[in-house]
């Protein structure tokens, strides 16, 4: 296994705080963190390896030495060279990614003797049987409901597809091909996410968006570096009000009915609490 106060893995549900992690390690002063450095391709060449963490840790053993020598690492970043919501400012109906972001090379403060995080939600959640074994992996998860809404609010529930995990995981590809309502095919989804984590990750490895956001983001440095992160949030991170409510009630019928590995992160009154602050 990797060493644990070297190279860290961060997955997570999409819209469940993945790259706030990023943001909070890189202001750590003990951690890099890497937001989705490697390409599609790299990413589906580890699709039937039998030891996808070669392929990963020779990744990060470049990606190290590129740090210490040149300050300079690969990352997907904005323009202006700061790492930001892939979605900020996007709403239904638009490119499922925000324009402005890139992936090349970025500088970084290196720390001495630091931890060099990679993250990569679907990717590496598809992987995570494989890859939970051989180095410290953690996962963001949020309130299902609040996943729902927001990937409905960007375009990414419209489908109910994530070609990336499929492409990795061919049992989700059949099985989500063997649904057609794009509704049903949402919730399996998510479903399939969460399944990943309660198998494959102790509790401690797992990362609640609400936790994060009550924290003001300091809990993310304390689970993975063993001490807490600098606040970085004056104010809670909370978009519901731009989420379809409609979708959003029909979305927590569904999920109620579908029961699945949800439940093992978030109750019934954890989705009614959600939605009862909704409305008021």
């Known amino acids: 296994m990797s060493s644990p106060t070297e190279d860290v893995l961060i997955t997570g549900l999409m ?6 992690a990023c943001i909070m390690l890189n202001h750590s ?14 990413l589906i060449s580890m699709r039937g390896v039998s030891r996808p963490d070669h392929v990963i840790r020779s990744l990060l053993k470049e990606q190290r030495r590129s740090l210490v020598e040149f300050g300079m690492a690969v990352s997907k970043h904005r323009r202006d060279g700061t790492v930001g919501n892939h979605f900020d400012g996007m709403r239904c109906g638009a490119a499922t990614r925000h324009p402005d972001q890139q992936v090349g090379l970025l500088p970084f403060k290196v720390p001495d003797n630091f931890i060099l995080a990679i993250k990569h939600p679907a990717a590496f959640t598809a992987l995570l049987r494989k890859l939970a074994s051989e180095f410290r992996c953690f996962a963001c998860v949020r309130n299902p409901v609040a996943i729902l809404g927001s990937w409905e609010s960007v375009g990414l529930a419209q489908r109910g597809r994530c070609e990336m995990a499929e492409q990795l995981c061919p049992e989700l590809q059949r099985l989500l091909d063997a649904t057609p309502d794009s509704e049903t095919r949402t919730i399996l989804l998510l479903n399939w996410f969460f399944e990943q984590y309660s198998t494959y990750l102790p509790q401690s490895c797992v990362l609640g968006y609400e936790e994060i956001m009550a924290s003001k983001g300091a809990s993310i440095g304390q689970r993975i570096l063993g001490a807490a992160s600098p606040k970085m949030l004056h104010e809670p991170c909370d978009n519901r009000s731009t989420y379809n409510r409609e979708y959003m009630w029909r979305a927590a019928e569904r999920l109620e009915r579908a029961g699945g590995a949800w439940r093992e992160f978030y109750s019934s009154s954890d989705i009614e609490s959600y939605l009862g602050a909704d409305v008021k």
């Open 15 to 20: 819209r469940s705080g993945t790259t706030f």
């Open 29 to 42: 002063g003990s951690a890099v963190a890497l937001d989705e450095p490697m390409s599609p391709a790299q």
